[in-house]
């Protein structure tokens, strides 16, 4: 058993090159028109959440009373990106670092500047530790949800992350932004409250959540896509599919994603809004923290000139330019798909 032990723990520091923080990998989630199909995920056997191998894990829609659609794949991967921040946040504060910069999954580079409080070197090693987790832990889901809202304006002017087909069609679809934020709220409890492995604490946090929001079997999700097909788009294969519904809901109105869900399934059953990742612990501390985004795609020049107004300009600010982002955005998607591209009605 020991020299089994030795042996899988061999396989896998070869594939993950040992690394004690690797980043998050690419999962690839699920969508309406998809070449390969829609997959609808059983929510009772969704396999062991896996950071660094896919071994075991079982992706796809599910459809819940009080969320919606969930895509589990989204879901894992917003996780990983914010555990994944999360360690490199803290790893920077014990450190004394001001600069940090690091890649995710898109080619993007996100460029962090910290700011540190006036009594740090007066405060002892523990708890500097101490902080610097903390520290970690909020501004992991903050950062990982910027950079999820990112990948889908990046998709929404044709970037793919397989470098094949333009991802478009998912775009702002109706169960990205709810799933993604999903995952980053469920990697912050894992990394604080929940005694056990991060992949183990995740495996049963999904779970756990699913049911909170109660969960249906596939049979149901196929269903709820029945219910919305010819409204919130149109049946094809890929390119003959369109996609006539966007949700562009990111909690800059009230703070909260609210998800949407199909009338006549689960009647009676009220929404599960999430609030969004918030920076206010910096203020606990005495910290300050400025996020720039360099784009490294070949979209990255068009977003640039929209966000700039035109001007010279290399980085994104999210808290700067992502209204400018997304207004664009908004008034495309009303032209292509009329005023009421952003209302779930039937």
Known sequence: MRKAVLVSAAILCFVTGCQTNPPPRLRVGTYFGSLSGTEFADPLNLGRHCRTLGWGEKNGLVYTCRGGFIDVAH??????????????????????????????????????????????????????????????????????????????????FGFTSTGIFSEHISSFSWEDVYSDLLGTRLAAI???????????????????????????????????????????????????????????????????????????????????????????????YGFSVHLDIEPRELEGPLLLSIAHDGEPGDRIQPSVHFPILMSHIKKEAEEMYGPEVGVPSL
């Open 75 to 156: 879901l894992r991967e917003a996780a990983d990106r914010t555990v994944y921040i999360a360690g490199l946040i803290e790893q920077a504060i014990v450190q004394q670092q001001t600069c940090l910069s690091f890649q995710l999954i898109e080619p993007s580079r996100y460029h962090v500047t910290l700011g540190y409080p006036e009594h740090w070197p007066d405060l002892s090693d523990r708890r500097r530790q101490e902080i610097a987790h903390h520290l970690g832990v909020e501004l992991g889901p903050y950062i990982a949800h910027i950079s999820t809202v990112w990948h889908e304006i990046l998709t929404w």
């Open 190 to 284: 894992a990394l604080t409250h929940v005694p056990y492995a991060y992949d183990d604490a995740m495996t049963l946090l999904i779970q756990n959540e699913l049911q909170r929001l109660g969960m249906q079997p596939p049979a149901v999700a196929q269903k709820a896509i029945q219910a919305v097909k010819g409204h919130w788009y149109t049946d094809g294969y890929y390119f003959f599919t369109t996609v006539r519904k966007r949700n562009f809901d990111l909690g800059h109105d009230d703070g909260r994603v609210t998800p949407w869900l199909v009338p006549g399934i689960c009647p009676e059953q009220e929404p599960i809004a999430y609030p969004v990742p918030t920076t206010h612990v910096l203020e606990v």
